[in-house]
């Protein structure tokens, strides 16, 4: 594998459900950040995490909570999420977050919350 | 708060055509970037801008950084129709003793062959 991967490429869910999104980078990377795509508007940012420490939130609600286990591995783990949750969510990472000109972005889960 | 205006939303152009698109702001930005998704996949950065006036190719695309900073074009030239995608820009500021990168909301362009 190489680049940032992202598993799994598609998730459906109910609002009682627990589950969780897993993103890996092969890059050697240090920083690794999350973002939610909604259709017709701006990618936003939920985390950064840089050499493994949470370094923002940006007023992320705590049904989506990160985890950081090393500099290659980033989960966010759901857990009773409401329908407006459903959307695009991409992973990326960068060698650090003073270089975070320089994202790559995995293919992202598309997650649907019924 | 701030936020960047990218316009066209969409376009449909023939193939061969040149096609510009840009990003505007009330405020003023460090860096430029813009990147381009296509359907499945995340974005992938295509050009990087880092002055004031600073105009950069990449092949086909050529970007310029704005002179008052507020600002960004990219032009794609000859359009082919891989060209699909939607592209975005996203530009970095300074504010509240951070830096924070502001994406766009996308141009959605169809290139018809």
């Known amino acids: 594998e190489t680049g940032v991967t992202q598993t799994p490429r598609h998730l459906v869910m109910g609002m009682t459900n627990k589950k969780s999104l897993k993103c890996e980078q092969h890059?050697?990377?240090?920083?690794m950040y999350w973002y939610k795509q909604s259709a017709k508007k701006p990618l936003e940012l939920m985390f950064v995490?840089?050499?493994?420490?949470?370094?923002e939130n940006n007023s992320v609600p705590s049904r989506f909570s990160p985890e950081c286990p090393n500099s290659s591995h980033l989960f966010l783990h759901l857990h009773t999420l409401q329908p407006e949750d459903s959307a695009l969510y991409l992973c990326?990472?960068?060698?650090?977050?003073?270089?975070?000109?320089?994202?790559?972005f995995g293919p992202g889960t598309r997650l649907t919350v019924l | 708060g701030q936020q960047l205006n990218q316009s066209p939303q969409s376009m449909f152009i023939q193939e061969g055509e040149d096609v510009s698109m840009n990003c505007t702001s009330s405020?003023?930005?460090?860096?430029w970037l813009w990147y381009k998704q296509d359907p499945g996949e995340g974005p992938v950065l295509l050009i990087a801008?880092?002055?004031?006036?600073e105009l950069t190719s990449n092949g086909r695309l050529t970007a310029q950084f704005g002179i008052t900073r507020k600002d960004s074009f990219l032009n794609i030239s000859a359009s082919i129709p891989s060209d699909v995608g939607i592209y975005f820009c996203?530009?970095?500021?300074?504010?509240?003793?951070?830096?924070?990168?502001?994406f766009g909301t996308g141009t959605r362009l169809k290139v018809l062959a």
């Open positions: 990326a990472s960068s060698q650090d977050k003073a270089r975070a000109n320089e994202q790559f």
């Open positions: 890059l050697g990377h240090n920083a």
């Open positions: 995490y840089n050499f493994k420490e949470q370094t």
């Open positions: 405020s003023i930005f460090n860096t």
């Open positions: 801008l880092y002055k004031a006036g």
């Open positions: 996203a530009g970095q500021l300074y504010t509240s003793g951070t830096y924070k990168y502001i």
